[in-house]
């Protein structure tokens, strides 16, 4: 029961990251990449609140308190690094490269907590590797290409951060106030981009609030939400068979911002898509 608990909350999760990743797209083509982050999640961890108090009242141990708000920190640097990767690039190919993600989780999850790979799903992992320098390739560049190659290392850097939370993630799940602990990461994430969002230069592209306020505020429910499940699914699941599942969500990005956003990309980077989201797949049928 817990098995299939795990992989209905990773399905969960990839169809709410994939929606909140085009969401997320379109505001940061006319908005400040900290104070959306900022903004959307300080709506989103609401929620939290209110379930954290009514159902964990009991405050966890000064470990459990230590890990949660460390883990925290770091799932806001991650977010804030992703949306500037989403700024800088086309949402069809950072959200795969950020998905690789699973591929450093994966690996963890054998070395720290003792799960096991076997060969199909190393061969897995290759195929992502494939996918990743297919992708990442732009042979000669100009100002647009350079940029774009910028936005592909910036996903890449947060998704080996965001593979390495995740094991920290799991313990945090695990303990006995998982409720708290979740939302103490989101309160610590939502603390660390409050100075982010003072520093010089932040004040341009801000949000309309006019337009924009219900827009963060649903990114920030489906994003955050999207996390909850994935952090459940965490907790009554094994790692390699839930990440790869809540990773898999660019497919949903890639659909949305090819038919919304008119994004187009090269041939080559089609197959590497194609390839990165495949050995995510695979990874998840197998596992």
Known sequence: MSATASILLGIVSMVGFG????????LLTRANVIRTALISQGFGSLLYLGAALAYDRALPSVSLLSLALFSGALSG??????YV???????SLVAPIFSCLTVVAVVLSFLILGETLTPMELSAIAIVFVGIVLVAYEGKTGRADRSRKLSVIVALS????????????????????YLTGFFLTRI????????????????????????????LALLGLIDVSAFFAWYL???????SIVTPIATSSPAVTVVLAHLFLKERVRSHQRIGIIAI???IVFLSAIS
């Open 158 to 177: 947060a998704a080996i951060l965001a593979g390495a939370n995740l094991i920290l993630q799991k313990w945090i799940a695990e303990s006995g106030h």
């Open 85 to 91: 990767a989403l700024s800088l690039g086309k949402a």
């Open 188 to 215: 610590s994430a939502v603390a660390l981009m409050v100075p982010l969002a003072q520093m010089p230069g932040q004040e341009r592209h801000s949000v309309e609030v006019s337009t924009g306020w219900w827009k």
């Open 77 to 82: 640097a991650i977010l804030c690094a992703y």
């Open 233 to 239: 699914g965490l907790r009554v699941g094994l790692v």
């Open 277 to 279: 989201i495949s050995g």
């Open 19 to 26: 929606v909140s990743d085009f969401i997320a797209k379109a």
